[in-house]
């Protein structure tokens, strides 16, 4: 399956929406015994995942369509969310993240930074192509595709 950009940015939410939020509430229970605000601190990374994720599809998008199979392999999806994450967390201790504190220890940020995206990468493999079969073959849009009749 190739993903649009709309089909990216659906399942991006969808998931961090669902398992992120998940895997966040398990994270804030520990953080908050480790860090002041704990509890919140891996809501607001994850906030800014997601809305650093919309641009990161974007580009995503472009670089896709310039191969000359326009596909987009799961190593590339491992490489990006390394750089995701770097990215991010350069962000942060540069205190340019609003709501995360810049003294978030990186073990803490890496731990659940990799769990979130470790999640949601299995989720894309298998989850999602067994529950939402029509996801594969509409470029990653849930919902109704408004080129079908159903």
Do not use: C
Request: glycine residues 10%.
């Amino acid at each position: 399956m190739t993903p649009t950009l709309l089909g990216r940015w659906q399942t991006r939410i969808w998931l961090l929406l669902t398992v992120g939020v998940l895997l966040s509430v398990f994270f804030g229970s520990w953080f908050e015994t480790i860090v002041f605000d704990g509890f919140v601190t891996p809501f607001v990374v994850l906030f800014w995942v997601g809305v650093l994720g919309i641009g990161w599809d974007a580009l995503y998008n472009v670089v896709q369509h310039r191969r000359w199979d326009s596909d987009w392999p799961p190593a590339y999806q491992l490489f990006a969310g390394i750089i995701e994450g770097v990215f991010l967390f350069l962000l942060i201790k540069t205190d340019l993240v609003p709501g995360v504190p810049e003294s978030l220890p990186a073990w803490m940020f890496w731990v659940h930074y990799s769990a979130v995206w470790i999640a949601t990468f299995l989720m894309t493999q298998g989850p999602m192509r067994i529950l939402f079969p029509q996801w594969r073959f509409r470029g990653g849009q849930l919902g109704r595709h408004p080129a079908t009749r159903e």
